[in-house]
Structures are given as structure tokens and as C-alpha cells.
């Protein structure tokens, strides 16, 4: 069943996708059915048995684009609305629901699959030390203008 583009009108504001199809959604990374009702760049609004709370986090299959994490921010008349944590795309938005397969995209994959790198250790210097460096600094430099003075002078 192709999406539909619909104009919304609510205080959110933006252009809804109506999706009417069935997806993935996965809370705690269980996944749940979920029948996704609209589309945003933004977010979403699904129907589904699953108990969410707000702020609880969820990640939704968009076939076509890959799994996306979000989170719930209303629940009410028998919804679930939820944003994205990294708003869609708009490449991404005209390919959700395109397909039928929610494939991760490549990069996502690498990433996951990377070490992180070990945390770099940052050395600070005192206030009196850095203090000390600037007045040594600058003393420095005015010796040398001072110097270059002298000898251009003589």
C-alpha cells in the first residue's frame, strides 16, 4: 500500500506522511508490533499492544530507511507519538515504507562493530601556572621587540 503525502495542520506543523502499515517496534530491543498511522521528518505516531511511557526509549523499523531510535513524547485516542532522536532525512523520508525489508544502513553497521577509542587523558596546568607562562610569554616578546629595536637603531 503506497504512502500518501497529507499537509499537517497541528501546533508541530510540517508535511505527515500517512502510512497506515505495519512495522517493528522495538522497546528494550524486544520487538513488539506497531501500526505506524504518520510520518515526519520529525517523528511518528503508531498504534500498538505495547505499555510506553513517556520518555521511554523505542526504536521503530522503517522499512526501506532502517531501524531509527526515538522517543515517546504523547501517548492518547489510542496513540503513541514519538520523535526521532536525529530527525529523517528528506532523502530518507520519501524512501520510508518504500520497501519491505528494514535494512541498516552500512555505515550504521561499521559503526556498531568499531572499539571505541580508549578516552584521552587531558593534562591542565594551574591557573598560577598558566598565569606563569603568560607573564613569561610576554616578557619574552617584548624582549625580542625590544631587541629588534636596538638593532635596527644601531
Not at 522517543?71 to 529523517?88: E, S
Amino acid at each position: 500500500m503506497p504512502a500518501e503525502l497529507s499537509v499537517s495542520s497541528d501546533r508541530r506543523g510540517g508535511a505527515r506522511m500517512g502510512i497506515d502499515r505495519e512495522t517493528t517496534l522495538r522497546v528494550d530491543a524486544v520487538p513488539m508490533d506497531a501500526q505506524v498511522e504518520n510520518l515526519s521528518p520529525m517523528g511518528f505516531a503508531i498504534v500498538t499492544d505495547a505499555i510506553l511511557e513517556v520518555g521511554r526509549e523505542v526504536c521503530i523499523g522503517l522499512p526501506g530507511v532502517g531501524s531509527r531510535p526515538a522517543r515517546v513524547v504523547w501517548i492518547g485516542k489510542g496513540q503513541v507519538g514519538c520523535a526521532f532522536d536525529r530527525p529523517l532525512r528528506p532523502n530518507e523520508l520519501a524512501l520510508a515504507f518504500r520497501g519491505d525489508v528494514v535494512a541498516r544502513p552500512l555505515v550504521e553497521m561499521w559503526e556498531n562493530r568499531l572499539p571505541s577509542p580508549p578516552p584521552v587523558e587531558q593534562h591542565r596546568f594551574s591557573y598560577r601556572t598558566r598565569f606563569a607562562i603568560l607573564i613569561g610569554s610576554t616578557a619574552l616578546l617584548w624582549l625580542i621587540i625590544g631587541g629588534l629595536i636596538v638593532a635596527a637603531a644601531t
